[in-house]
């Protein structure tokens, strides 16, 4: 059985529950982490204290950076903004809806001039 790591403060979404099955089995088992993370070092320390196999976040950029530098390379929750009356869920005065999940590999930043 694969545990996945939720870090976020949003609740999960159920649409995002039947694509972990659907990626990683029925059986998986998802923990939510909704605590502070103050770095990548304290998420990687909290990730291996809940047993995981997979870590899925909402973190800053620089977050996700140091986690992919350190070997780590988590799920990324794909969402699109879409009008309220459609959304799962909302955020911000904002509707989104999940798309997909994704593997973060690396992260890049390119700047250019002004």
């Known amino acids: 059985m694969k545990t996945i790591v939720w870090f976020s403060r949003h609740d999960i979404l159920p649409s995002q529950v039947e694509e972990l099955k659907r990626l990683f089995g029925k059986d998986m088992k998802i923990v939510q982490d ?41 799920l990324w929750a794909e969402m699109e903004q879409v009008p309220i009356e459609e ?19 690396r992260l890049a930043l390119e700047f250019e001039e002004v």
């Open 34 to 74: 909704s605590a502070r993370v103050s770095n990548a070092d304290e998420m990687i320390r909290r990730f291996h204290e809940h047993g995981g196999d997979e870590m899925l976040v909402v973190a800053p950029l620089s977050v996700i950076d140091q986690l992919c530098r350190r070997g780590y390379h988590p």
């Open 87 to 105: 959304a799962e869920t909302v955020a911000n005065g904002r509707g989104f809806r999940f798309v997909r999940f994704r593997r973060v590999k």
